[in-house]
């Protein structure tokens, strides 16, 4: 998994018009290109496409898009070099498909005669209205100079947004079993998530796992014990034995495995009652492990919870675990926090310092199945989000907060701050959305807002307000 800039590659395109000073244009297209190249971003540009690489005569059009095309490109970037040439620039964005960065450099003062090079931020303005005319969704920068942070903000944000799109257009989640039956808040259209989005659920049959995990503890390879003695370096073990410990690591092998194989972007497992019936285990820390890797594993045969978090982790361009959480109590003394909570299944990697981690029992369930994980996770921003249908539209709900202090409790933990709460109870009791949501650290929000607009999925915005995370894409 490509993880950072590299998991995005843009469509460098720089547009122009022939009435406006070249050479000034192929200066601003060296400019931008030396700034992408500075932050590490991922792109292919259009030299030897066209006679200086850049775009605004219709016969080199269709050579740009076969070009872009064959270069498996994800987002196209076209900065208006000069005033640009807005017809060639819209009609490049309808047949790409793909998310489209609008923006040009700002003008300097006209010259000592009173003779103008670029009029780039006119261009602008002709561009975005051809593109609304031709529904070309597209995300624009503030019309800036190119070391203004306004403009870095903005690419390194759009790349983000693209890393979205890209995982969403692309999902395969793996279900493991079925639909606990008395989970209807689980329920979901998987004929429409196919029809609509191009969303597969791959159905696997809990009993191949079962199977799987049988004859890695049969067999007792080199990878099943190595992998045991390492996930004992990490966390401690209360209330398993040895059999129990490896029968937890055969079964996150089994499906890093199986993920692999059949390509999935995410699982959604069926945590009970198969696997305490057949090995005395939770699947818990099992889950946490492989979050570590990068392949989230949600609770419950949770689908839209798996989506939720493949879109979170694209958003942060997979440098960032993301967690599966319960929103569970309310906070005993800080009414502006809630306990995000789950059985044990929190990914390792962010236990938060000083916490000595380790998996035991399961402290709602009887019996004495174990391997459930128990540790408070680091605070600091957070991303909440929640992907979810109802009556056949669908809508991303998505929030930001912080850690704060509360509280111990068991399980895998933490206790979450935002600025009214009552919005956010509002939100979840009114739906469409279940208590499920999906986490991660930093400020996502307006990543998966603006993404929104090209998945043809409706933003829900909690906090900030859907106009402040508009704003934030202007703000210089």
Known sequence: MKRGFEAVKLGYVPISKFVFSAEDARRYKALVQARLDEWGIHYTNIDGVTGDGMLYKHEDLPKVIEHLRAEEVDAVFCPHCNFGTEDIAALLGREMGLPYLLWGPRDEQPLPDGARLRDTQCGLF?????????????????????????????????????????????????????????????????????????????QIYISEVVSEIRRRLEARDEELLISTEETKSQVGFKSLNEEQILAIVALSLTMKDMAAREKLSAIALQCFPVLQQEFGIYPCLANSLLGIEGLPVICETDIHGAITACLLQAANLYQDSVFFADMTIRHPENDQAELLWHCGSFPLDL???????????????PGAEAGVGHWRIKGGDVTIARFEQAGGDYHLAMGQGRGTTGPHTVGTYLWFEVDDWTKWERKFIYGPYIHHVAGIHGQAAPILYEACKYM????????????????SWWES
């Open 126 to 202: 002709a561009t975005s209205h051809v593109l609304r005319r031709l529904n070309v969704p597209f995300t624009y920068i503030l019309n800036s100079r190119v070391h203004d942070p306004v403009f870095e903000r903005g690419v390194k944000n759009f790349v983000r947004v693209a890393s979205v799109v890209k995982a969403f257009r692309s999902l395969r989640i793996g279900q493991i079993g079925q639909r606990v039956d008395f989970f209807w808040s689980t329920i979901i259209n998987e004929a429409e998530l196919l029809e609509k989005f191009g969303i597969e659920v791959w």
């Open 351 to 365: 236990a938060d310092k000083g916490v000595q981690p380790f998996a035991g029992e399961h402290f709602i369930m």
């Open 456 to 471: 043809g999925v409706n933003p829900d915005p909690i906090e900030p307000a859907g106009q402040a995370l508009e704003d």
